[in-house]
T-cell receptor, first 114, second 114 residues
Framework: DVKVTQSSRYLVKRTGEKVFLECVQD?????MFWYRQDPGLGLRLIYF???????EKGDIPEGYSVSREKKERFSLILESASTNQTSMYLC?????????????FGQGTRLTVV | AQSVTQLGSHVSVSEGALVLLRCNYS??????LFWYVQYPNQGLQLLLK??????LVKGINGFEAEFKKSETSFHLTKPSAHMSDAAEYFC????????????FGKGTRLSVIA
């Protein structure tokens, strides 16, 4: 089974802190994604990556950055956390170039910024 | 650009009744379509997907969906609801030949009443 593992299920951080959310997948997927989930808004794409050291902005990249130094790991960074970044963060991965591929999701990290 | 509209942010059905969750998509090219389910405090799990071929797709837990190109729809159904079906359901679309990330609808919360 594909496993996408997010390092924390719950996090509480203070405003202004630098926050790292880590995601690791074990299926050698090329694509990795970070989504943010908020009630009534569904899932919104923050950043994605097609390969090591490559990144693309999604729909809501402001206030976030990412790092992909190894194929299996994709990190989301909140440079200076703010209360409006309190949300559920979901990491996903998928094969590149397979037309029938779906995305596999981690369990999510619920981040609260106080 | 592709988009997804899920009609009804909340649907309530009685146990044993038909479940119908509506999804319409917008895409200028042939789409791949997905339904995901999310149980409380969990990540997303794939229910079913349409890529090519048969337009009626069967998924896990007795769910199925029919791709109707003329109606740009991909509604999710289950003949008889079970209490365990209570969850949030997301419809998603991606392009047939691109490495484009999934675009999600805003989700429909399904409640099942005993």
């Amino acid at each position: 089974d594909v496993k996408v593992t997010q390092s924390s299920r719950y996090l509480v951080k203070r405003t202004g802190e630098k926050v790292f959310l880590e995601c690791v997948q074990d299926m050698d997927h090329e694509n990795m994604f970070w989504y943010r989930q908020d009630p009534g808004l569904g899932l919104r794409l923050i950043y994605f990556s097609y390969d090591v050291k490559m990144k693309e902005k999604g729909d809501i990249p402001e206030g976030y950055s990412v790092s992909r130094e190894k194929k299996e790991r994709f990190s989301l960074i909140l440079e200076s956390a703010s209360t409006n970044q309190t949300s559920m963060y979901l990491c996903a991965s998928s094969y590149r170039g397979r037309l029938d591929t779906e995305a596999f999701f981690g369990q999510g990290t619920r981040l609260t910024v106080v | 650009a592709q988009s997804v509209t899920q009609l009804g942010s909340h649907v309530s059905v009685s146990e044993g009744a038909l479940v119908l969750l509506r999804c319409n998509y917008s895409s200028s090219v042939p789409p791949y379509l997905f339904w995901y389910v999310q149980y409380p405090n969990q990540g997303l799990q794939l229910l079913l997907k349409y890529t090519t071929g048969a337009t009626l797709v069967k998924g896990i837990n007795g769910f199925e969906a029919e791709f109707k190109k003329s109606e740009t729809s991909f509604h999710l159904t289950k003949p008889s609801a079970h209490m365990s079906d209570a969850a949030e359901y997301f419809c998603a679309v991606t392009l047939l030949w691109g490495n484009t990330p999934l675009v999600f609808g805003k989700g429909t919360r399904l409640s099942v009443i005993a």
